[in-house]
């Protein structure tokens, strides 16, 4: 599925409950008034387009998507006040008998609400009809009737908001996406034995307009079907600096589930130095199919790409992607690291995780280590790999040394 397909599915998911909405508004007042048809029509360029339809049976004169030019339905007149918005009998008004519209759509009895948006803007009609006269047609009927039409108003509006806000999204991410408004920020991941780089985490930073943290910028990606695209663009950008990095170092770059399902992610990677990159899956990714996960990476993995769990304790999902996915790296969440000096708990889980690594040749990282106990703590645990502040911030120079470690 293509992004645009994506977002254009995303926008009917939205809307499916809204249609829902209104066209049991039109239904019920349809029933309660004896009518044969009822509809939403919206005003598109001096037409008249059909939006919701109810009208059982009726289906070959009048359904959605219709559309007639304006004058040849009582819209205008109503709303210049040439016709009532009650009409118990067309034959009575000159205006309404005389037109075209009355015979082809077998009009005898007719109420029309204007729907009106909240900057005053007429947005088309809520309309119900039928084949013959009814003259205990009434005002309270005409009221009763306003008030679904009122409904499906603000549903309109609600509808309306939400696409426009869709729309500025995908303009948003497109021109963050054509102008590579963004940057990648690299983190050492250390080896504790040695106290030197063995790789560098890829942390994608936004410098478009609005300021939002790097999570919030890839779910409104995601929202406007543009996820993979920038998932890719950002991976692209971390990968340019491998020849900057020594021949055993390597770069750690996030990418979801979706994007490695996506038709452009084998593409992309093929054309990478596999055996220097290392995917992390975060402990939030959902995987549906892992078969299919499974048979994707692998062809990838023979030829050296490394998979890493990333977020390890923080939730149950991580735990099945170690067991499924049989990773190269398991990297334990910040959550579990914490303190992990002055808390027996957090030592046994981790203690856990380094069990089942030894026992599949998988290797553990820690992450978030901010102090020299924590540190110490886990080098005695027998942890070899680590990331966090206390042994390297994220920088868009990427820092060979860490001086300060070997001096302590």
């Not at 339905?73 to 009650?86: A, T, V």
């Not at 899956?281 to 990838?300: N, R």
Request: contains cysteine.
């Amino acid at each position: 599925m293509s992004s645009m397909e994506f977002a254009t599915t995303m926008l009917h998911q939205q809307s499916a409950s809204s249609r829902q909405t209104i066209m049991s508004s039109l239904s019920a007042i349809r029933k309660h008034l004896g009518m044969s048809a009822a509809y939403v029509s919206e005003f598109v360029n001096g037409r008249t387009v059909f939006r919701h339809v109810d009208a059982p049976g009726l289906e070959h004169l009048i359904k959605d998507g219709d559309v007639y030019d304006a004058d040849e339905l009582y819209c205008l007149n109503i709303l210049d006040g040439k016709l009532p918005e009650l009409i118990p009998n067309t034959s009575l008004f000159q205006a309404a008998s005389s037109m075209p519209i009355t015979q082809t759509l077998r009009i005898g009895a007719h109420m029309s609400i204007p729907i009106y948006l909240h900057d005053g803007e007429a947005y088309g009609m809520f309309c119900c009809f039928g084949p013959h006269p009814n003259h205990s047609l009434n005002h309270r009927d005409l009221e009763t009737m306003r008030l679904f039409a009122n409904l499906a108003a603000q549903q309109i509006q609600v509808d309306m908001k939400q696409s426009m806000q869709m729309r500025e999204k995908r303009t948003r991410i497109m021109e963050t996406l054509e102008n590579s408004a963004f940057a990648i920020a690299y983190q050492p991941i250390v080896d504790l034995g040695g106290m030197y780089p063995c790789g560098y985490e890829a942390l994608c930073r936004f410098s478009a307009e609005p300021y939002r943290t790097p999570d919030v910028w890839f779910n409104e990606a995601a929202s406007v079907g543009l996820a993979v695209e920038l998932e890719l663009a950002a991976i692209r950008e971390a990968v340019s600096a491998i020849d900057m990095l020594d021949s055993e170092q390597y770069v750690s770059v996030n990418v979801s589930p979706a994007t490695m399902l996506s038709a452009h992610f084998v593409d992309t990677f093929s054309r990478l130095p596999l055996s220097r990159i290392v995917l992390e899956l975060t402990e939030h990714a959902v995987i549906d199919d892992y078969e299919q996960f499974t048979k994707i990476l692998s062809p990838l993995r023979r030829r050296g790409l490394r998979l890493a769990v990333d977020d390890a304790g923080a939730g149950h999902s991580s735990l099945r992607h170690i067991v499924q996915l049989s990773p190269d790296y398991v990297k334990v969440d910040m959550s579990l690291t914490r303190n992990v000096d002055s808390d027996l708990a957090r030592r046994a889980l981790i203690g856990a995780l380094l069990f089942y690594t030894r026992e599949t040749s998988a290797q553990i990282i820690a992450e978030g280590i901010e102090t020299q106990a924590e540190l110490q703590t886990l080098k005695m645990l027998g942890v070899r790999r680590g990331q966090g502040y206390l042994l390297g911030r994220p920088a868009q120079t990427i820092t060979k040394e860490i001086n300060i470690l070997r001096a302590s």
